[in-house]
């Protein structure tokens, strides 16, 4: 399996961008996807998380409201909508796949996925 995550970059404070990660190498449509993210110097945290059987979605509360996930399941993607972005969201953004088909409950725990992308930039300025 393979995870590749793009759309980072730098954006000012208040300003948005739109994270996708592609899957290939199972079926993507069966797995509930997560993105987190790792600062400098500070541990990977959980962002959001998107089930794989209605798209019912859960938030980390430092992102809820200014963040979106979504995924396309014909195109085995998944996306982050960031707006109103902050400087304390700069981090390297990671997607990555639960570690267990047909799970429905929301997993927030890194140890609770596997598959994981390489990571995109994101540099919010202020």
């Known amino acids: 399996v393979q995870l590749q995550a793009s759309g980072g970059g730098s954006v000012q404070a208040g300003g948005s961008l739109r994270l996708s990660c592609v899957a290939s190498?199972?079926?993507?449509?069966?797995?509930?996807m997560g993105w987190f993210r790792q600062a400098p110097g500070k541990e990977r945290e959980f962002v959001a998380h998107?089930?794989?059987?209605?798209?019912?979605?859960h938030y980390a509360d430092s992102v809820k409201g200014r963040f979106t996930v979504s995924r396309d399941n014909a195109k085995s993607t998944v996306y982050l909508q960031m707006n109103n972005l902050k400087p304390e969201d700069t981090a390297v953004y990671y997607c990555?796949?639960?570690?267990?088909?047909?799970?429905?409950?929301?997993?927030?725990?890194?140890?609770?996925?596997?598959?994981w992308g390489q990571g995109t930039l994101v540099t919010v300025s202020s």
């Open positions: 190498g199972r079926m993507f449509s069966v797995y509930s």
């Open positions: 990555a796949a639960d570690r267990q088909a047909w799970r429905t409950a929301v997993i927030t725990r890194t140890n609770d996925f596997d598959y």
């Open positions: 998107i089930a794989w059987n209605d798209g019912s979605t």
